[in-house]
């Protein structure tokens, strides 16, 4: 997925503990300020208010990120799954590492109001060191993003230097002369301009919205915390000095837990924005003034070292102008590539880069007819390239053919391996047309090397008028994640209800893995019941997951999340054994029920389904005929002869099958010869006096009586649907109007109202 974004552009609010902590620490200040509490104290109550809020978030976070599991070998686990199985580990260990260098921070500013004076700065210097060591264990982990050019990594550093030495320069001339001595001072002024540079470098830089940027500037503010206070000790300088130490190490470990958790979720990353510059030159040029004018009102000339320090601000200044007074103007995003070898430039970013597309973005938004923004995605569904990567020379070509049907004045850009995007003035009904001729022109055969293949793909669109570029990109982006997850080949329109959609898929893709280490899926069992004498003779078990996060959520949405992430089997393995051992249970007495679990078709088609359904029975001593597994018609043609193997060796253990949802079409009935099934369970449509399809059960039960089948009308919710199933020869029935799902203590408790209830 070449355009990834994270669902919510708009920034966060504060949380209601976040503001009551700084409400806490403002008050704290206040009251320090005025000289009506010790400087140390006020450091230490909102060190350890800000702190205790930041690391209790650091460890829920590492808590909620699973062990890793015991796992096949590596070739027998897809990339993708090796990749999933290693991000949560990955995850826990940055939040542990961070919340330890919290921890530290905390501790070392509440200890110091206990400590002698003279003894203050050593323990100071001692939580610096541990909390750094910590930060720098933790943040390498952190996501990365793909990095700059040489020229802009040239620039940058000419930037920062030109900050640094500005905030160095302020940060010399504000601290106190007469408790420091000058190589203290000066090595207190490198660190404090040095860790403002990093602060000031991250909040502006090209990924300064992801959830890395705000660690590593919380880092470094946390640490510009601990500085001051090994600087600015107690009994070595004004007390209330210490005070400044405040607001960055509180803002600095808040900003480090908000941080962790955005880059430890399984999330997308957000796009590059352009780099804000003029914050890197004016802040520390406006510190230096402030720092001069300080001085000079306090009548002192400026000394050696400040002087020196002015200087060599001149050098980074004159080159950072050179080097912006040489820098090319900007490609227009039309400067589509015309031959084979400039497509490499184009995928690379050069004449085509996602700069480019922000400002054509930002330039059509305002406009009378703001226009619209198509994100092709290309597949190449073939084995040349593993499903997924598109070769060079079909790219060419693709391009090409994109090119031949975009209008003059549209934009193709931000081309890359395996998507392009297109910037129309096109009205949105003009614009899905375009979509649709485009998806025509791209899943035309391409003759590559003698060979003939064809790409799929998908189109997202989305209205350049509903917000800013980077609103209309994700908003394109997400309607092409919906094309891709409807299978390609079409064109989707952004509209809230998608988005909705696709958050919801996206917190089920990064709750769902670990949901069985966890502990949070669970069964509830819905009786069958005999509709000539109403007597219990088995039940299905039914499985929930209980999301702390999401709560309650229901088979048929996690499900197919589940086979998308390749865990489906995981589930079923869970549900098998958990069934089972509750048949065992009910077994014990005298009351002989059988227990019906349902499979997916991926489930069933398994080799070693067979043999482990066995080996389950076996370790629970149970009878094979007391198990039902049931499989959905509906998905049974695709591996109709599998199904049909798998089927087969169930019954020849003895295990009894069914086959769930049944259709009773003709290609359906002309099917079940082929099934060897035992039950066949129809919905309440069919069994409804008022329903259209009522006279099919006629055939199906008619049918059913030949095969030997017994027939169960599921979803039975009102007596007439009841009255109908039974009269139209149906044996067992289930359904909220019959007993409704419940937990295994309730259905035992029903089931006892029934002594004489047996198979």
């Not at 009522?694 to 169960?712: Q, S, T």
Request: hydrophobic share 50%.
């Amino acid at each position: 997925m070449p355009l990834a974004y994270p669902q919510h552009a708009s920034v966060p609010r504060p949380s209601r503990p976040d503001v009551l902590v700084l409400a806490a620490v403002t008050l704290l200040l206040l009251a320090g300020a005025l000289g009506r509490m010790p400087a140390l104290a006020v450091v230490a109550l909102a060190a350890a208010a800000s702190c205790a809020l930041a690391g209790t978030r650091l460890s829920r976070l590492a808590a909620a990120q699973p062990l890793p599991a015991a796992a096949p070998a590596p070739a027998q686990v897809p990339a993708r799954s090796r990749a999933a199985r290693r991000r949560p580990a990955a995850s826990r260990r940055v939040a542990v590492l961070l919340d330890a260098a919290v921890v530290t921070a905390g501790l070392t500013a509440a200890v110091l109001p206990l400590v002698r004076p003279g003894h203050r700065s050593g323990v100071a210097v001692a939580g610096l060191a541990a909390a750094a060591a910590l930060f720098v264990a933790g943040l390498p982990a952190l996501p990365r993003s793909c990095g700059p050019s040489a020229r802009a990594r040239l620039r940058g550093a000419v930037d920062a230097s030109a900050a640094g030495l500005g905030l160095v320069l302020a940060g010399w001339l504000l601290l106190p002369r007469d408790p420091l001595d000058p190589p203290v001072r000066l090595a207190v002024a490198v660190a404090l301009g040095g860790l403002a540079l990093a602060v000031l470098v991250v909040s502006t830089g090209l990924h300064r919205r992801t959830g890395a940027a705000r660690c590593r500037a919380g880092a470094a503010l946390t640490l510009s915390g601990l500085v001051l206070l090994a600087a600015l000790p107690a009994g070595a300088a004004p007390e209330r000095a210490a005070l400044l130490s405040v607001p960055p190490l509180v803002s600095g470990v808040l900003l480090t837990a908000a941080g962790a958790r955005r880059a430890t979720r399984p999330e997308p990353a957000r796009p590059e924005v352009p780099t804000t510059v003029w914050p890197r030159a004016v802040v520390p040029a406006f510190a230096a003034v402030a720092a001069i004018g300080w001085q000079l009102r306090g009548g002192g000339p400026p000394d050696l070292t400040a002087i020196l320090l002015a200087l060599a601000l001149a050098p980074p200044l004159v080159l950072r102008d050179l080097l912006r007074s040489d820098e090319p103007p900007p490609a227009r995003a039309d400067a589509a590539p015309e031959r084979s070898g400039s497509t490499d430039r184009s995928r690379s970013g050069t004449p085509l880069d996602r700069p480019a597309l922000l400002r054509a973005l930002a330039a059509l938004r305002d406009a009378p007819a703001p226009g619209a923004l198509l994100v092709v995605d290309l597949h190449n569904p073939g084995p040349a390239s593993d499903g997924h990567q598109v070769g060079e020379a079909v790219l060419t070509e693709a391009l090409r053919r994109a090119r031949a049907v975009v209008g003059p004045r549209d934009l193709l850009a931000d081309v890359t391996a395996t998507s392009f995007t297109v910037v129309t003035e096109a009205g949105p009904v003009l614009a899905y047309a375009l979509g649709t001729r485009l998806l025509g022109a791209l899943t035309q055969p391409y003759e590559v090397a003698g060979a003939v293949l064809r790409l799929r793909a998908g189109v997202g669109l989305a209205e350049i008028g509903n917000g800013g570029p980077e609103d209309v990109l994700r908003q394109a982006d997400l309607a092409r994640r919906r094309a891709v997850q409807l299978g390609r080949d079409r064109v989707e329109w952004y509209d809230a209800y998608l988005e909705e959609q696709l958050v919801r898929r996206l917190d089920l893709e990064r709750e769902l893995p670990g949901a069985v280490a966890r502990g949070e899926l669970d069964l509830v069992y819905q009786p069958v019941l005999d509709l000539a004498d109403g007597q219990p003779v088995g039940a299905e078990a039914l499985l929930r997951w209980r999301s702390p996060v999401l709560g309650t959520v229901l088979p048929a949405e996690f499900l197919p999340v589940a086979e998308d992430l390749d865990i489906v089997g995981e589930l079923g393995c869970w549900v098998l054994d958990r069934a089972c051992r509750q048949l065992a249970a009910w077994s014990a007495g005298s009351r002989q029920l059988w227990m019906a679990v349902n499979v997916t078709v991926r489930e069933l088609t398994a080799p070693d389904f067979v043999p482990r359904t066995a080996a389950v029975l076996d370790a629970y001593g149970l009878t094979p005929e007391r198990l039902v597994v049931e499989v959905a018609e509906p998905r049974v043609g695709a591996e109709l002869p599998t199904v049909v193997a798998r089927l087969a060796g169930l019954r020849s253990l003895g295990v009894r099958t069914a086959l769930d949802d049944f259709r009773a079409e003709h290609a359906s009935l002309a099917q079940l010869r082929r099934l060897p099934i035992d039950l066949l369970k129809v919905g309440p449509q069919l069994v409804d006096p008022a329903d259209p399809q009522r006279p099919l059960i006629d055939v199906v039960v008619n049918v059913g009586d030949r095969l030997g089948l017994d027939i169960v009308a599921e979803e039975l919710e009102s007596a007439g649907l009841v009255d109908g199933a039974r009269r139209a020869g149906c044996r067992y029935g289930q359904g909220f109007a019959l007993a409704r799902p419940a937990t295994a203590e309730r259905v035992e408790a029903y089931f006892e109202e029934f002594p004489t209830a047996s198979r």
